[in-house]
Each structure stands twice: as structure tokens, then as C-alpha cells.
């Protein structure tokens, strides 16, 4: 499925793979543009943002607004940049993926090696779950998070999170499970293998690859949410990205564009971070998503 | 796959492997992966199922700033379908969401097939145009509000770059402002369809890509005639979840617009938001997410269907 190009003649062959290659790159410096601009404001003065081009590298570097955007810009009423945010976020994040990754992996196993009548229904009334806009979830969560004392914490938000994460972590694991050999499951459960049992030996060692893509699943889109954190949580014990919207559309004050700037890549390096380490992983979520199972 | 539904179709298991099945103890050993799968379907059924019925009670109700369990039928779909906001709102949501999948969509397949013509450097580049989807839609918004900025952006570096006469102010021209929202949202998730259909490409069938060279198509005519429509499947997956993710757009238009300028970008999920928190209508913001739920519902559902189905047949 390539070398189609190369049947014509050498000369036509060759303005063609130049204009590929042009092509492509030029793409690829469409998608590094944001990023290389949003980085090289947040290393300059405001002065040099005022009266410099936007692409320049900075004339004099300085790293005093990723310390600003760090430990002092002001948010609402405080001025104690996002670190308070940052450190909210990991709180919620980090039980939110354990939790979800765990009960994904147990339903998967049950869905497809302990099948009951009704199980694809069960699944499916799971995965549709999944797709559902959040906006008609808002409105009772709200209240239910009231009711049960939660309501602006990171508890609360922990549970928002694996509520609406299980559909995708059992899904992934389901079709992860599915092409496992029924026949070690079985000869486990001749064996006396139990339920927990068959899970921890059989399957589990070998769900080292679903369980990566599962956990930078989850972890991209709950770092990354927005409207449950400013539904939910919109205070003091807020999320990164509600910090970070905040801070960039506040009116009061001057407006500091690299703080604003230095602040959005912090907010953006963990997953950045991920993607780079396993963007294989992050990739095959992503598709895996889509359902194509 | 087909072994499963032989082996352990509907009650086999467990039972037959253990001699205690009887009592309460057999119950729970019989029972238990349906135990160990009953609170994720039960907090389902409660947190989406429950709640969209909630939701759709909420929207027949008089209640605004906190629920009210008078009952005004209809009442709040019709006020929904006379606001202005609404209509804007939805013509809003037909115009990104037509351009943000037609465009991602054919960027999306250009690059695939450039990349599929055994390109060096492809394990460099398809990571470049890849990266966007991991960051989250506040992060971007901010980064194309500040690239677009009519004072200090776009516009200032072309000016020094002796473009003079060049103007660039969408962002701040309620025109204009929702075809920004489309640049950052193309630039966002372009590069996933990419990888969609380039692994939709690795899939074609070599034999008969052969026979058509052989047949002298061009490598145009071998494209048209015989890959891409082999791809169909891909551009199924494609619109779907394009589509979804048009429909459920928030964070980018409230970090890159907010709404604005006026009410320029409303869009049907910063309409509901509103509504429902800050101008205290929650019943019209109920209706509007159930018109939300219901559009996608029509999309998802069939598909869902079809995938699940499909994989039965296998």
C-alpha cells in the first residue's frame, strides 16, 4: 500500500516526493506553532511581549512568570498561583484512575470469562454510558453531591470521575479479555482455581499493555476536565483547568500574557509528559475509544 | 471469540467445578461475578440512567434556581425554541460542527495517504501531528486566544514582518469569532482522525491494490477506485466521533470565547450551563440538555448497535 508514486517517470517522481515532504512539513509546523509560541512567550518580559514579534525567541530569557504562574499570580481571591491547583488535581486524579482502572479490569474479566444471561445487555447499557453529553448529568449530580456532603470537594469529584470512567475502562478491558484463551481459564478451573484466584494468576500477568493504555486513558481525560471541575468544584479545592481558566479570563488587573502562557504549559506538561514517555499506549486508547475494538 | 459462547454460555461455570453449591455460601460462590459487577452497574443505572430521566423530570418542571416539582409539561421546550440565544446557539453548533468534521475529515485523509507513501522521517512527524489531542481544550483555547490576539498576535507579527495592511480580528468579531473556534478545534483533533485513517490504510488490501497498478490505474485513479472506498468503515468511525465531540464542545469556546463576543459563539453546551447555573432557568436548561442528549443518542446509538452486533458474527 505505498510505492504507488513511483510508477511514473523519475522526474515527475521526484517534484512529487518534494511536494509530499514540503507538504508535510509544512503541516507539521502548523500543529508546533501554538505550542512553540505559547512557549517562548512564557519566557519573556512583558515589555518585550509589548513591543516584540510573537514568534521571536525571547531577546532576554527569564523564567520569572513560570515562577509567577507557579506560587503567585492571583486566582479569584488569592494570589498563590496554581501549585494549591496543581496538587488539588493530582488528588483527585491519581485515586480516580486507580479506582476506575480496578473495576474496569474486574468487569472486563466477568463480561467475558463468567458470562450470565443478559451480560451484552449489561455492557451495553454500560458503554452508552460512555457517550452520553455530561450536561444532562449536571443537574442531579449536583444535587446528590449536596445531599451526600461532598459537594466542592475532591471526594466529590473522585466519584464524578470514576462514575463516568467505568464505561471506558470496561470496555477497554472486555475487548482486552476477549481474545485471552478460554482454555487456560479453564484448566485454572479445573485446577480449583476460584474466581480472584484465576483473575490474579492468569489474567492480571498478562494485562500489563491494556492496563497502560487504560491508565493514560483515564488519567489524560481527568487531568484534562473542565465542566465537572467548574461544575463541582469551582473554589479553592478547584481543579488545574478551572485555575487556569480563571487566571487567563480574569479582567481585573494587567494582563500578563506570560504568566498566562507559563501557567497553561504547566497545566499542560503532565499530559504532554505522558505522551511523549507512551504515546504508543495513548494512541491505541484513543482508537480503542472509538470502539474499534 | 466464538469458544466463549460455546464453553461458558449463559449458566455454566463455576457450579460444576465445586461440589458446594448449596446454601448461602454456594450462593455467594456462585454469585460472585455478578457481585463483583453489581456496583458498577448499579451506580450506571443510578448516575447516567437515573439522572437522565431526572434531568428530562426537570425539564417538564417550573423550576428555577432550584428544583420545583410543579408540573408545566412542555412548557420549557416551546420558551427553549422561542430564545434567541437558542436559535443562536444552534446555528452556531451547525456551522463549527459541519466545518470541524468536513475539514478534519479531509486533512485528516490528506495526511494519512502522504504519510502512507513509505515517507522517512514518518515515526518523527505523525507523533507532531498527533500531540494536540493530549492536551485539554482549556490549554488550547488558551494558546490560540493568545496566538489570535488582535493587538499582540497574528496580526502584530505579520505587521513586522511587513505585511502591513494585514487584519486579522475574528476573535473579537462576532462574524467571525466561531470560524477561531474551528481553527483550534481542527488543530486539536485533525491529527487523531489522521491516525484513524492511516490505520485504516495499513489495512487495505495489498492484492488488489497490485491488480489495479498492474491494470495501469494511476496511483490518483488507485486511490479513488479501490482504497478509499475500502475505508468506509473509517469514515463511519470518523463522523461519529467528530460529531459527539462537536455537539459536547465546552471548554474550548468558553477558554478561547467564552460564549462571546455577546453571545457570538453560544453553542448548545455553553447555552445549558448558563441557563441552568447562572440566569436561574433551570427547566429551559434541562430541555436543552435533553434536545443535547437526544441528538447524540440518534448518532451513537445506531452505531453502537452496529459495532457490538458486528463483532458477534465474527
Redesign the interface.
Known sequence: MSNIVQNSGVDSNRFWRVLIYTTLLVFALFYLLPLFVMLVTSFKSLDEIRQGNMMALPEVWTLEPWFKAWGSACIGLTCEGIHTYFWNTIKMVVPAVLIATILGALNGYVLTKWRFRGHRWVFGLMLFGCFIPFQIVLIPMSQVLGNLGIAGTTAGLVLVHVTYGIGFSTLFFRNYYEAFPTELVKSAMIDGAGFFGIFWRILLPSSGPIIVVTVIWLFTNIWNDFLFGASFNAGEGAPMMVALNNLVNSSTGVKEYNVDMAAAMIAALPTLFVYIVAGRYFVRGLMAGSVKG | ?S??HL?????S??NK?NDDTSGFLGWC?RS???I??A???V???C??????I??GY?STTASKML?NSKFIGLTNYEKLWRTLNWQVALDNLAIFGILYITICGV?GLT?AI??????RGEGF?R??????????????G??????L?PG???E??MH??GWESFSFDWLVNSEMAIYTVVMAGV?QTS??VM??FL?G??G?D?EQ?KAA?LDGA??FQ??KRV?IPQLG?VFL??F??LS?MA??A??LV??LT?GGPGNATEV??TF??SY??TRNQ?GV??A???I??MT??AI??P??YA??RG?RHE
Open positions: 471469540m469458544a466463549f464453553n461458558y454460555s449463559e449458566h461455570g463455576p467445578m460462590r460472585l461475578p455478578k463483583v459487577l456496583p458498577s452497574f451506580v450506571t443505572i448516575f447516567v440512567y437515573g439522572f437522565i431526572y434531568t426537570i428544583p486533512l495526511l502522504l504519510l502512507d507513501q513509505k515517507i512527524l507523533p507532531i501531528y498527533l500531540y494536540p489531542m493530549a492536551l485539554s481544550f482549556i490549554v488550547t488558551t494558546a490560540w486566544k493568545w496566538f490576539n499582540l498576535g497574528l502584530k507579527t513586522e514582518w488543530w491529527g487523531f491516525a484513524m490505520a490504510l495499513r487495505v495489498n491494490v497498478q494511476s496511483s488507485t486511490y482504497i468503515p468511525s470518523a461519529v466521533v459527539h455537539i459536547k465546552y471548554d468558553v477558554a467564552g448548545p453546551a445549558m450551563y441552568t447555573f433551570m436548561g434541562a436543552s440538555a435533553m443535547m442528549l447524540i443518542a451513537i446509538v452505531y453502537l459495532e457490538t463483532k
